[in-house]
């Protein structure tokens, strides 16, 4: 253990809050808690109410108090409430106090959602069911950990914030981006002109569904098989695909893909489109359809893998999507869209200021993702006091 560091067990720094609402004449807002964003307005986080009508047996939470999920915990469902205001939550959560006077508890909401701390749920979650394995006060109160000095707390405490500030800048700048390119590309793609030609996607290309894999084609090894989840963000993916080996089946074959072919998905979140940046062999689900242009048609492939993406075309696939549980759409559904197109020169043009744009943005999310991967690797290193912060830090911590 390192010098200054202590073993401190959770029943000394918190304690059991639970007083449910009871009667009441005005309802109170409803809370719920996340693993990403914390304690959350229910009516905020759900498409529909999934509180109780009657709300009497709900438990408290105070500004400032702590709940955690019963029987998600082990997932990071534990926060301290932010708002400025009471609400309540379901009986299925564990509401409790801050009472620790040597500890800073903007240090454990750190610690209390850190990989290590969840570790130490699973390993004292009681029950059978992993979904339903659940973390009793009584168990979670008697966990125990190392902690540093309550100066050494405030230190890691004010770099993470830091870290985290950047973070949220680097998201601001990439959802900037993102609005921005919304914003050209419909400017782009509806300006119209006595030169561009009205007509329907049937017109200029073909939609060709993939072939239909029996489950006894699958193999540990062989040649990817593309599937939905595989076409996402303008690329096309390898990662959880299922292989075929050869023999292939008779049929596939001619579903072969090759670099550079626009593919589009058919079903669930249907057209998304992927462009094919590998070279070699791959094949194409039925799920999945693969683009081609008619000879002599005056449209670029690139351009159709950014017109499938333009808001107004998606909204009218999804319009003429069939099924409940899951949309389906046809080929032949999406031939008979209309569209209305602009020369090649413009459709060019149109191609490289997007790209331009699509390379900030990708840019600017794996500046994100970078960032993110370094707060976890620093953070997890301080709270396991691999590494520990200077006390020369401190002057920062008085400049503040």
């Known amino acids: 253990m390192n010098s200054g560091w202590r073993r401190v067990i959770l029943k000394f720094v918190f304690e059991l809050g639970n007083r449910k609402l009871g009667a009441h004449a005005t309802e109170p807002p409803v ?17 529909k109410r999934i509180a109780s009508s009657s709300l009497d047996g709900y438990k408290l939470v105070n500004s400032d108090d702590w709940v955690y999920s019963t029987i998600h915990i082990d997932e990071g469902s534990i926060s301290r409430n932010h ?18 006077r040597d500890d800073l508890a903007s240090y454990f909401e750190l610690l209390l959602t850190s990989d290590l701390a969840i570790r130490a749920y699973r390993d004292n979650a009681q029950g059978t069911v992993n979904r339903r394995r659940s973390l009793s006060w009584e168990t979670f109160s008697n966990l125990e950990f190392v902690v ?9 405490v004010d770099l993470i914030a830091s870290v985290d500030s950047y973070i949220a800048a680097l998201q601001q700048q990439a959802d900037a981006a993102r609005s921005a390119r919304s914003a050209v590309l419909s400017e782009l ?20 569904s993939g072939f239909a894999f029996s489950t006894s084609d699958w193999t ?35 579903f072969l893909l090759k670099k550079g072919d626009l593919l589009i998905t058919l079903t669930g979140e249907i057209g998304a489109t992927g462009t094919v940046e590998q070279n070699f062999p791959m094949y ?52 008979e ?17 997007i790209s331009s744009m699509d390379e900030v943005i990708r840019s600017t999310e794996q500046a994100v993702a970078d960032a993110k991967s370094l707060r976890s690797g620093l953070l997890s290193d301080l709270l396991s006091g691999a590494h520990e912060i200077p006390t020369s830090y401190d002057r920062f911590l008085k400049a503040a």
């Open 220 to 254: 540990v090894e062989g040649y990817p098989v593309i599937k939905i989840n595989n076409v996402r963000d303008g690329k096309v993916s390898t990662e959880s695909c299922s292989f075929i080996a050869d023999p292939i089946p008779q049929g596939a074959e001619k």
């Open 189 to 208: 793609l509806s300006a119209g002109g006595d030169d561009w030609t009205e007509t329907t996607l049937g017109d200029v290309l073909a939609i060709q």
């Open 284 to 335: 194409l689900n039925q799920r999945v359809g693969r683009v081609s242009i008619h000879k002599e048609s005056k449209v670029l492939l690139q351009y159709l893998a950014v017109l499938f993406n333009y808001p107004p075309v998606r909204a009218e696939m999804w319009s003429l999507g069939k099924g409940n549980a899951q949309l389906n759409i046809s080929p032949k559904s999406i031939h």
């Open 31 to 47: 809370f719920a808690v996340s693993k990403y964003d914390g304690v959350v307005l229910a009516s905020e986080y759900f498409d």
């Open 337 to 353: 869209i209309e569209v209305n197109l602009p020369p090649l020169s413009e459709q060019r043009w149109t191609i490289e200021i």
């Open 83 to 100: 708002f400025p205001y009471a609400g309540v939550v379901s009986p299925m959560y564990t509401t409790m106090r801050w009472i620790g």
């Open 148 to 156: 540093p000095s309550f100066q050494e707390q405030r230190r890691i």
